[in-house]
T-cell receptor, first 115, second 112 residues
Framework: GENVEQHPSTLSVQEGDSAVIKCTYSDSASNYFPWYKQELGKRPQLIIDIRSNVGEKKDQRIAVTLNKTAKHFSLHITETQPEDSAVYFCAAGKGPESSNYKLTFGKGTLLTVNP | ETGVTQSPTHLIKTRGQQVTLRCSSQSGHNTVSWYQQALGQGPQFIFQYYREEENGRGNFPPRFSGLQFPNYSSELNVNALELDDSALYLC???????????FGEGSRLTVL
């Protein structure tokens, strides 16, 4: 089955700096890679996702890059703000259009943005 | 507001007991999946239901079972509870054909 590794497990940055979180996956058939943000005591929420036919996607201060050959993808947050502090999870899945699709999550990265 | 609600929010059980967790999915979301999130870990896929039938299962034993009902509600049942079953159990629904999971707030189970 799919295996997703995520690094680092914790990341501390100063407000305004950039943060990068990296993930690798094992199943070359995976074609959908979302990122979820989970604030303390809250539900995970999707912040950005990318399909395997795209190398990069950007949404304001957040961007995701995908390298299919190396089977790794990364989350980039620029101009970090204290409200970006949360646990971020990467995930990999195949065939989100299918009825039996599932996601395999990484172990998460605790991002702390210091004012 | 994602519209996915779970109950109870917290519960404590003893080893060997049985538990039922409930989820109410967002209207129109035909697919519901359940994830187990141990402390400090990512969500781990338990199983998924589509149109009231299980159509995908993760690496969990048969004592984890579920049901999905026509009114967008679902249940996760766990028999013969073990200490390692202590975790946050997340229900997630999605419209068929899309990848985004809409999670509930979770049910935190403690097994003593």
């Amino acid at each position: 089955g799919e295996n997703v590794e995520q690094h680092p497990s914790t990341l501390s940055v100063q407000e305004g700096d950039s943060a990068v979180i990296k993930c690798t996956y094992s199943d070359s058939a995976s074609n959908y890679f979302p990122w979820y943000k989970q604030e303390l005591g809250k539900r995970p929420q999707l912040i950005i996702d990318i399909r395997s036919n795209v190398g990069e996607k950007k949404d304001q201060r957040i961007a995701v890059t995908l390298n299919k050959t190396a089977k790794h993808f990364s989350l980039h947050i620029t101009e970090t703000q204290p409200e970006d502090s949360a646990v971020y999870f990467c995930a990999a899945g195949k065939g989100p259009e299918s009825s039996n699709y599932k996601l395999t999550f990484g172990k998460g990265t605790l991002l702390t943005v210091n004012p | 507001e994602t519209g996915v609600t779970q109950s109870p929010t917290h519960l404590i059980k003893t080893r060997g007991q049985q538990v039922t967790l409930r989820c109410s999915s967002q209207s129109g979301h035909n697919t519901v999946s359940w994830y187990q999130q141990a402390l400090g870990q990512g969500p781990q896929f338990i199983f998924q239901y589509y149109r009231e039938e299980e159509n995908g299962r993760g690496n969990f034993p048969p004592r984890f079972s579920g049901l999905q009902f026509p009114n967008y509600s679902s249940e996760l049942n766990v028999n013969a509870l073990e200490l390692d079953d202590s975790a946050l159990y997340l229900c997630a629904s999605r419209p068929t054909g899309t990848g985004e999971l809409f999670f509930g707030e979770g049910s935190r189970l403690t097994v003593l």
